[in-house]
């Protein structure tokens, strides 16, 4: 672990973050060339003590996940994110489809976004940032860890994954997972995570089972989306998708018709989230 350099990294690349990169708004008062430390430490949820430590050269090694936020909270490129690896003891990270680093583009975008659900999705449907409004939708996703990251494992394994779509939408939800799915082992290879969960969800549900069997491929979602929401009931939404440079990673975003009990509904429903937090 190169101290002075992490330090000398981190305090240079801080001040170059502005406010309105991160979504936060620039008051008239502010002095601070970037991001004061404290808001740094707070989007990445380590104690702004141990930010000034670690800037001073005298902090204690991070872990690769406080590396990982500390990466996201002052939104570095992956190249920028493997030196600040590298500078803190840790080997260059392997640039798999496990990829948790998000696009810091995709991330300017969904941090503008705060009246509709938006989250950034991996290639296995893994949920890599989500707005307020998406956790008051999806409920938090982020925080999820290894096969149960992929949003195709639960909706074969976890019975609660499927409430919030309606019964008549399940059969073809299914196939596009699995239609889905399958591309992407395709693409990434019989080493990549994607078929390992094919492996894994052939072997634990017949369904998946079946589906993979028959061959689907090509189904995609639907713009439409229907949801049952247990605090605001029936929501009708559009979504929309953009993706990164690397065509890797993907910001979905959620609206409704205006003047429609859905747009009033998805209002609540911000509210509720906001709230929450």
Known sequence: MDTSELGDFLRTRRQVVQPEDVGLRRGARRRTSGLRREEVAALADVSADYLARLERANGSQPSEQVVTALARALRLS??????LMLLAGYPRPTRLDADEHVSPGLLRILDSLSETPAQVMGPVGDT????PAAVALFGDETHLRGSVRSAPFRWFTDPSARRLYRPQDHVHQSRVMVSQLRTVAAQMGPGSLAASLARDLRGCSDEFCDLWAAGHTGFRHSEEKHFIHPEVGELNLFCQAAQDT????????????????SAERLRLLTVIGNYAL
């Open 246 to 261: 690397d065509r890797v990673q993907t910001l979905l975003v959620l609206t409704a018709t205006p003047g429609t009990p």
């Open 128 to 131: 890599l940032a989500q707005n």
């Open 78 to 83: 992956l190249d920028e994110r493997d030196h």
